[in-house]
């Protein structure tokens, strides 16, 4: 009997233990997620906070409250200062800087509060309206859209204090206003204290991004890339409203970057590569774009080979696009790389490797297909490859596509 009770009371440990070693993840960030690395280590760091539905909602966008929030946290900054104590509207910093009573919502017991006084010039310390030091209130600089009771005030203020965060130029931060990749960029960077040579780091004609050369923002780009800080599995603009899971990993990779532990960052962005024995093809690197937008996928071609759609063992289409003209004005190393696509022949070998791992596919099926056809774009939910290029070669009549099944 006593041994029942053994074994029962084993299982059942047995089955507690197991749902406790679950109890961390987030139900929407499955294993295979390509950010669930990131996701992790950030939770697990205690910055981004399990709630009770255990949802992280990693195609949500950040705004730039809780991005200044997630970047002051990855770098343990403590913003107790901002704390407002008393609730009178002031926090605790601005009122050691003013002179008043920090857990006194009416320091000087006029019957009007702190707070009121400052908004209105008066001195929060002298007895009724005694007008304050205008020295003292431009020491206490202050958004006017964000108030103490807010959630996000005291990251707001320590990341104002350390010039990570600058206003708009009517004292507006737009807490709410989503931020975008240029914006998370430059909160990255500066909050990291990573200098960034202005020589080194300015456009040049290697440049793959092909947006406004001058722009305040690609010496971000440039070094981001350089450092491997961004991935290979977005595509990269500036005005690109960041996800919660792009941001997660963007932190991610500036906190092993900063600590120097790089070998992820390098693994990631040097392992997504295609082999075509048939066309003399190998290790060339994809780069990441959309399919439907041809501004963005320009430049991924001009850096190599674009990759659109699903990754390989993501159950889906991973498709692929590539030149195959050799225009004069065409930079591209990779200008002629799929000229002889039709070269290949039903059941020739492609392989791609992906993180590690290899993945084989052989060709079942070519065609040649109007440029406007979307249809080869249509992901049905199993493992296949499609390359497609402009055809014939030196037009941009028609698409050469070839299919492929994994093996
Ligand atoms: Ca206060
Ligand atoms: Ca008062």
Known sequence: MKFLVKIIVFIFSFFLFASLAQAGNYLDVPENSLYHEAIDFLQ????????????????NTVNRAEAVKIVLETMDKDISDYFDSDSDGLPDKDEEILGSNPSSPDSDKDGISDFAEVENGYSPTQKGNVLIDPGLLEKIGLFTDIQTSDWFYPYLRKAEELNIVK????????????INLAETLKLFFHTYEIDLDEEKYRSNEDNVFTWDQNAWYMKYFLAAQEK??????????????????FFAEIAYRFILYKVGKTEYLEKINQNFLITIPALNIENVELGTTNPYDE???NWALRSG???ALKY?????????????????WDQSKYKNIFRKLNKLQEGDEILLQFQ????TYKVNLKEVVDPK??????????EELTIATCWPPDTLLQRYVVYAKRV
């Open 373 to 382: 056809n979307n249809n080869i774009l249509t992901d049905f939910g199993r």
């Open 305 to 307: 080979i674009s990759h």
């Open 295 to 297: 501004d963005y996928y």
């Open 44 to 59: 697990e760091k205690g910055i981004l906070i399990l709630k009770g539905d255990r949802q992280f909602n990693p195609k």
């Open 228 to 245: 491997n800080l961004l991935t290979p599995y977005e595509y990269l603009r500036p005005d690109l409203e960041v996800s919660r899971e």
């Open 312 to 328: 390989p063992g993501e159950n889906g289409k991973v498709f692929i696009f590539g030149h195959s003209s050799g225009y004069l």
């Open 167 to 178: 206003g708009y130029g009517d004292n507006t931060f737009r807490p709410a206003q989503t």
């Open 356 to 359: 590690g791992e290899t993945y």
